[in-house]
Structures are given as structure tokens and as C-alpha cells.
């Protein structure tokens, strides 16, 4: 049971630069949350796709984008890189039914290591 | 929004000590779950734990609902349990909110 993938593992980027990163969940989910991890710091919800659709979304500007494929696997998208976006970036995948029924355990991926110099 | 907070921020521990982490939230949750993050960055889930208590091997959990806390009991800690131990708790219907970590280095 593949557990949820994300790519690539550590990239560099230059300010100003855009950036892609990809996520597979976990065999059997259908939804997937991408988070922020700063340095020293807990994570911090993105937003969250389920149905292809952005669903909820945390305090983070609109460079921030993402989308979910059919298979529903996601890619996050940050334009116009900043400093302040170097971080982990982690993806977690969970199953919609048991968000609605009161609580979900989620799952995270590896993350990816996004250094922007 | 709910605040989580994690104490202690840094534990230190020998070889086959005994700890335990808090977790307080500030709202009353449906649930709670606990995640060890490895020196590499994966998070991986310990427990989900929205009441009650679990026990998994030499890690055990238990939530007090009513009075907004939860605690983590690591028993014969090794340097394997090294790392950054996360509470994360609901902050609306779809996102967790995560705490600022206990970061745990168990000495040889």
C-alpha cells in the first residue's frame, strides 16, 4: 500500500522564480491539504482539494495556487518566490467521508524542501 | 481560531528515561492527534486520540476533553524516539492546527 508521495524531495530556487510541487495520496484517498513548514516552526495549513476543487484555504496570498487531478493527485504552484518561502512543504492525504463525520486521521508525505535564494 | 500549545518546548533525556509531553488547545475538539516529525521531516502519525487513552508499544496517549489537554508518555525512551513531537488539533472543518513542537534528543 503505497503510502503519499511527494516531488521533488529538495529544489532551489531564485526570487522571482516559480515553483511546482507534486503529491500523490495515499492509495484510497481522496483528498489532499498542503502545509507550510517554516524553520523551528509547526505546520501551516495552505489550503485543502478534494473533487478537483479548492475547498478551504489558510492565510497564505494568492501566489500561492494549487490544483487536484482526477486521479487526485495535486501540485502546489507559488509564483513570484520570496525569501520568506523557503520551507518544508508537506502534503497530507485523508478520505473526505470521515472529515464529515467528525474527525479524520491524515497522512503526510516526506515533503519537499523548497530553498529560495 | 483555537490555539494549541506544546510544553516543553526542549526535553533532554538519557537513554531509557521516562517523559511525558502536554498539549493544551483552547477550544473543545472532536479530535486530537499526536505526530513524531524524524530528523529528515517526515511527520508521522502516532495517534489519533480524540478522548480516552491509547497505548501503542513503549508510547501511550491519553486526552482529557473536558479540561483541554492531552499527554504523551514515552516509556524506555531510545535515541530513535529523537526528533519533534507535534499535537495538532481541527481549526474548522477541513485544517489542523498545529502547535510549536516538544523537540526530544535522547542521549546514548
Known amino acids: 500500500d503505497a503510502g503519499v508521495t511527494q516531488s521533488p524531495t529538495h529544489l532551489i530556487k531564485t526570487r522571482g522564480q516559480q515553483v511546482t510541487l507534486r503529491c500523490s495520496p495515499k492509495s484510497g484517498h481522496d483528498t489532499v491539504s498542503w502545509y507550510q513548514q517554516a524553520l523551528g516552526q509547526g505546520p501551516q495549513f495552505i489550503f485543502q482539494?478534494?473533487?478537483?476543487?479548492?475547498?478551504q484555504r489558510g492565510n497564505f496570498p494568492d501566489r500561492f495556487s494549487g490544483h487536484q487531478f482526477p486521479n487526485y493527485s495535486s501540485e502546489l504552484n507559488v509564483n513570484a518566490l520570496l525569501l520568506g518561502d523557503s520551507a518544508l512543504y508537506l502534503c497530507a492525504s485523508s478520505l473526505t467521508a470521515l472529515w464529515t463525520a467528525g474527525g479524520n486521521t491524515i497522512y503526510f508525505g516526506e515533503g519537499s524542501w523548497l530553498t529560495v535564494v | 481560531g483555537i490555539q494549541v500549545e506544546q510544553s516543553p518546548p526542549d526535553l533532554i533525556l538519557q537513554e531509557g528515561a521516562n517523559s511525558t509531553l502536554r498539549c493544551n488547545f483552547s477550544?473543545?475538539?472532536?479530535?486530537l492527534q499526536w505526530f513524531h516529525q524524524n530528523p529528515w521531516g517526515q511527520l508521522i502519525n502516532l495517534f489519533y486520540?480524540?478522548?480516552g487513552t491509547k497505548q501503542n508499544g513503549r508510547l501511550s496517549a491519553t486526552t482529557v476533553a473536558t479540561e483541554r489537554y492531552s499527554l504523551l508518555y514515552i516509556s524506555s525512551s531510545q535515541t530513535t524516539d529523537s526528533g519533534v513531537y507535534f499535537c495538532?488539533?481541527?481549526?474548522?472543518?477541513?485544517?489542523?492546527?498545529f502547535g510549536t513542537g516538544t523537540r526530544l534528543k535522547v542521549l546514548a
Open positions: 486520540i480524540p478522548s
Open positions: 482539494y478534494y473533487e478537483e476543487e479548492e475547498r
Open positions: 495538532a488539533a481541527p481549526g474548522g472543518t477541513y485544517k489542523y492546527i
Open positions: 477550544d473543545s475538539v472532536n479530535n
